[in-house]
């Protein structure tokens, strides 16, 4: 079984920061983090930010230049930086990792931010 643990969402006025974790545990091995995406009200759940085996990172282009993703093999943890956010980064987020053949996604956290 895998479980995954989201934290650090939250409301944020615009040119803020938080810092988004995920950590994953259970009867796991060799589990990887994947990326993170993001649900807006109304809108399809869509792609922040992921990052590859190899440790390369890809980025919306809403979000490069503002948001770092990186992770910790060892904690079995993912992480998200967002800086200089905007109103139009509110929304639900929510990790994923993948093992053995399937994905695994995060319960979501809540990132609001006010103008």
């Known amino acids: 079984q895998v479980q995954l643990v989201e934290s650090g969402g939250g409301l944020v006025q615009a040119g803020g920061s938080l810092r988004l974790s995920c950590a994953a545990s259970g009867s796991i091995f060799s589990i990887s983090f994947k990326g993170w995406y993001r649900q807006a009200p109304g809108k399809q759940r869509e792609m922040v930010a992921g990052i590859s085996s190899d440790g390369s990172t890809n980025y919306a282009d809403s979000v490069k230049g503002r948001f770092t993703i990186s992770r910790d093999n060892a904690k079995n943890t993912g992480y998200l930086q967002m800086n200089s956010l905007k109103p139009e980064d509110t929304a639900v987020y929510y990790c994923?990792?993948?093992?053995?053949?399937?994905?695994?996604w995060g319960q979501g956290t809540q990132v609001t931010v006010s103008s």
């Open positions: 994923k990792f993948h093992w053995a053949g399937r994905d695994y």
